[in-house]
């Protein structure tokens, strides 16, 4: 016993000159081990919150230590934090180190009256205490990772001899510092990505948007904080940086509940009521509590919507696929579940979804597989395995039938970067190949040739030739032309997602030629099917008139056209914006879309006065039509009172002046509400289409994100 007390005086006493930070030490029957710390400084330990830490320790001492390599970080009340490095030997505990309670922020004259006014001390005990308060000392975050580090590693040394120093004289060549250990420790931790891991945020939005409550509590449960909150962007104010960390998550929840048709009034009035209430909070522990308060509302609210589309026993029937994909589902089950009989609910099941029970089973089934594919830890048997397929074969042929990609390709392109070399070209596009060459070889009869065209570098890779030569070369030298055809079809299809047809000669020979968008990971390429028509080639032309033939297409009628506002509409955003990218990224021209939002807008519901909720749509949407100067700009209505503005070919202190002089001149209107004028408010965020955003989604988010960041910031001035 006397040998472990020396040894763990030891340990604190290396921490803390290694750190400057004082150290404590518990053993498993929460006996107090000190060295450096002051008796003094630990009697108010309590008050502090230490007896918090001290049950939690005794909650882990009752159990068996786990296998993971790591330390912990408590946030303790009135942000005082400790770092938490346990000490085990043989599968057991012998204890716990403790860090002295360190500060984020040095306390000002608010923050210590609450620690006093909580400590229940006379008022002689509360100066001596608000003495060691001024005391305690302030740590960056950024520092918190490393002192807990050497703890970790401290408490590593415990069963093994201390490292020994050796005096060296200068024509020596062998090491100054020796361990005898020869043992790797792998440390885990967390909260030193920068930004939240990419498979966290998929994992959550898919969440979100499947509408899945319990299961969103359960993975924000198992998320670490230190992977969605504490990224300290900002040293000089640790609390400013958390909370605009939790708006930005906040910002990625919302857009995607409002993807996910969830209703956009309700989940706007989300996000203003919890903003609100960080914005007036400065404990982290609330703060990290209202994260997770505020996704499951997200989800609440994407469930809600989808409740009111399918019948009682079909949402029973989607609750329990989303809580059993895992399990074997059959028909009588879920018959059983419902109490109809299975003929009954095999109809409505296809009545109301469109799709078999397989269908709608294997479709959760992959989507629960995608966050599971990005660890690369595991297996694509595993993952089988944990979304419900018992085969890996049977897995990966059901994945590509709603994928269109094996589950090993999947992998590849979700983390596929855009090449810009000849050579890195032909790499990327193995998978293309392979998805389109078994398809396409059934029917090698009605083509000549099939290629792959990249229209942004003018490059080509043959899938099949047939007898016929075609030279691999750049995609128009097959036409012997030096530069892109004039009415290059591989562009069109490109820039207009869509499949695009044309007759083209060469020499004396008719082509008829095909072109149709893929798209794979973040690229789009496209597929061009070749077939030499000299001799087969018939056209059909219906003629009024000798002198005016006409050709009739019967071309199928869209909506387009948002019917209260005549802006676009979410459909046509969808569609068209991709478009509008594209032709940016072609022509290397500039690309901004500006996101509004009338604010209050939802309150008028409240009047039942919808006309005045009209008038005000339209008064809005007279002032985006008439900013629209250049003539590749539009508009549409996103949703709600969300509009959305796509400026073209323009800089960003133009684009601000744009979206300012709409929001000013809307701000000044006054409206009539139930006889009474009323000023209403909109707030815009503006973002720049770039090289690391490649779809649409990822663009409006952000665009969302930054009207959310300066709608706070406008509350924040007139508060």
């Not at 032309?541 to 071309?555: C, G, Q, W």
Request: net charge neutral; charged share 25%; glycine share 2%.
């Amino acid at each position: 016993m006397k040998r472990q007390q020396l040894n763990i005086h030891q340990i604190l006493d290396i921490f803390y000159k290694s750190t400057g930070i004082e150290a404590i030490f518990f053993d498993t029957e929460l006996n107090l081990i000190m060295h450096r710390a002051s008796e003094k400084l630990t009697t108010y330990y309590p008050f502090l919150g230490i007896s918090e830490v001290m049950a939690y320790l005794a909650d882990r001492f009752s159990e068996q230590p786990g296998t993971n390599s790591a330390f912990y970080t408590y946030v303790l009340p009135n942000n005082f934090l400790c770092n938490i490095a346990f000490l085990t030997q043989e599968n057991s505990y012998i204890g716990a180190f403790l860090t002295e309670p360190v500060l984020l922020k040095k306390l000002n004259k608010s923050d210590l009256d609450k620690v006093l006014n909580r400590s229940e001390l006379s008022n002689q005990d509360k100066k001596t205490f608000e003495n060691i308060l001024f005391k305690v000392p302030v740590i960056p975050y950024i520092n918190i990772l490393p002192i807990g580090t050497v703890l970790y590693q401290l408490s590593k040394t415990y069963s093994e001899n201390m490292p020994q120093q050796i005096i060296i004289e200068h024509k020596a060549r062998t090491s100054a510092l020796n361990h005898n250990s020869n043992k790797k420790q792998n440390i885990v931790i967390t909260s030193s990505v920068k930004y939240t891991p990419f498979s966290t945020y998929l994992q959550i939005i898919e969440i979100i948007k499947s509408g899945d409550v319990v299961r969103l509590r359960s993975a924000m449960n198992e998320i670490s904080v230190g992977e969605i909150l504490m990224n300290q962007s900002n040293d000089s104010d640790i609390m400013r940086s958390i909370k605009n960390s939790f708006i930005k998550t906040c910002s990625m929840g919302c857009y995607a509940a409002i993807d996910a048709n969830a209703s956009y009034e309700k989940v706007m009035d989300i996000s203003d009521d919890y903003i609100s209430k960080i914005e007036t909070n400065d404990n982290i522990n609330d703060i990290i509590a209202l994260l997770k308060e505020v996704m499951i509302s997200y989800t609440k609210a994407v469930a809600m919507n989808r409740n009111t589309i399918y019948s009682k026993p079909i949402r029973q029937v989607m609750e329990y696929i989303q809580c059993h994909y895992d399990e074997k589902i059959t028909l009588e089950k879920l018959s059983e579940y419902t109490e109809l009989s299975t003929f009954y609910l095999s109809n409505l099941i296809k009545k109301e979804t469109d799709l078999s029970l397989p269908d709608i089973v294997n479709k959760v089934r992959i989507e629960k597989s995608k966050p599971l594919l990005l660890n690369m830890n595991i297996s694509i048997l595993d993952v089988a395995q944990r979304v419900g397929f018992n085969y890996q074969n049977h897995f990966a042929s059901i994945f590509k039938k709603y994928t269109d990609l094996t589950p090993t390709e999947y992998r590849k392109t979700m983390s596929y970067k855009q090449n810009t070399n000849s050579s890195e070209f032909e790499n990327s596009l193995i998978n293309v190949v392979e998805q389109i060459n078994n398809k396409i070889s059934m029917f090698s009869h009605l083509f000549d040739a099939a290629r792959i065209v990249d229209p942004i570098r003018h490059k080509s890779m043959f899938i099949k030739t047939s007898d016929t030569v075609f030279p691999e070369e750049t995609c128009y030298h097959f036409w012997y032309r030096s530069e892109s055809c004039q009415n290059c079809i591989s562009m069109k299809s490109y820039l207009h997602n869509d499949t695009f047809f044309k007759i083209e000669h060469r020499d004396n020979d008719t082509f008829l030629m095909i072109a149709t968008p893929k798209t794979v990971g973040k690229d789009t390429y496209i597929v061009e099917i070749m077939k030499d028509v000299t001799k087969q080639l018939s056209i059909n032309i219906k003629a009024e008139s000798p002198e005016n033939p006409t050709l009739v297409i019967d071309k199928k009628f869209r909506e387009e056209k948002d019917e209260l506002t005549g802006l676009y509409n979410r459909r046509y955003i969808s569609d068209q914006l991709p478009v509008s990218m594209r032709h940016s990224i072609l022509e290397r021209k500039s690309l901004f879309i500006v996101l509004f939002v009338i604010d209050e807008l939802q309150s008028i519901d409240n009047y039942s006065d919808y006309e005045s909720y009209d008038s005000i749509l339209k008064e809005f949407t007279r002032l985006i039509t008439s900013s629209l100067v250049n003539k590749k700009d539009w508009a549409g209505r996103y949703a709600g009172s969300l509009f959305l503005l796509v400026l073209y070919d323009t800089d960003y202190e133009s684009a601000c002046n744009t979206a300012d002089n709409i929001k000013n001149n809307f701000n000044q209107t006054s409206f009539q509400i139930n006889g009474t004028a009323v000023k209403l408010t909109a707030n815009y965020g503006v973002k720049l289409l770039n090289e690391d955003i490649s779809d649409v989604e990822t663009l409006i988010l952000h665009a969302f994100m930054n009207l959310i960041t300066n709608k706070l910031r406008v509350q924040n001035i007139i508060d």
